[in-house]
C-alpha cells in the first residue's frame, strides 16, 4: 500500500536571529515592509551573512537584473537566482557576503539600487522619445 504524502507549508526562516513572528514584523516594519502584501520570504536555513529568499510572481526579469545590481557590491562573495520550476511563478536569489555583512542590508540596498537604475532609464527614455516627436512634428 503506498503511503500517503501530505503537503506541508514551509515556515518563514528566522529573520535577523529573530524565531518569534513578531519580532519579524518588527524587522518588516524596520524595512516598511508590509508583512500583508510581502513578496519576499526567508528560506530556511538561512543567516545573517548567507540567505536565500523567495520572490512571490517573479521571473527571470527581476531575477538577472537583481543578482547584476546586488554581485556590483564589494561586499557580496555570490548572488545567484534560480526559477524552481517553470510553472510556477516564483524566483529564488541566494545572497552570500564578506565578514560580518548582513545579507538583509544588501537586499535591500540592490533593490533600492536597482529601483534608482530604472528611474534613469525611464528619464532618459522619456527626454529621447520627446525629442523624436519633436523633430517628427
Not at 12 to 40: L, M, Y
Not at 63 to 82: D, T
Not at 117 to 122: A, G, K, T, Y
Request: aromatic share 8%; hydrophobic share 35%.
Amino acid at each position: 500500500m503506498p503511503s500517503q504524502i501530505q503537503d506541508e507549508e514551509m515556515q518563514d526562516a528566522p529573520v535577523n536571529g529573530h524565531t518569534e513572528g513578531n519580532d519579524i514584523q518588527a524587522d518588516a516594519d524596520e524595512f516598511g515592509w508590509d508583512s500583508e502584501k510581502q513578496r519576499i520570504r526567508v528560506l530556511p536555513g538561512s543567516e545573517n551573512t548567507a540567505a536565500s529568499f523567495e520572490f512571490e510572481n517573479e521571473d527571470h526579469t527581476l531575477g538577472n537584473a537583481l543578482r547584476y545590481v546586488i554581485m556590483k557590491n564589494p561586499a557580496v562573495e555570490f548572488c545567484g537566482y534560480s526559477i524552481p520550476h517553470p510553472s510556477e511563478a516564483r524566483m529564488n536569489l541566494r545572497i552570500q557576503t564578506y565578514d560580518d555583512v548582513s545579507v538583509y542590508d544588501v537586499l535591500e540596498k540592490g533593490l533600492e539600487d536597482l529601483a534608482d537604475l530604472c528611474d534613469v532609464v525611464i528619464d532618459k527614455f522619456t527626454v529621447a522619445r520627446d525629442d523624436f516627436n519633436a523633430q517628427s512634428a
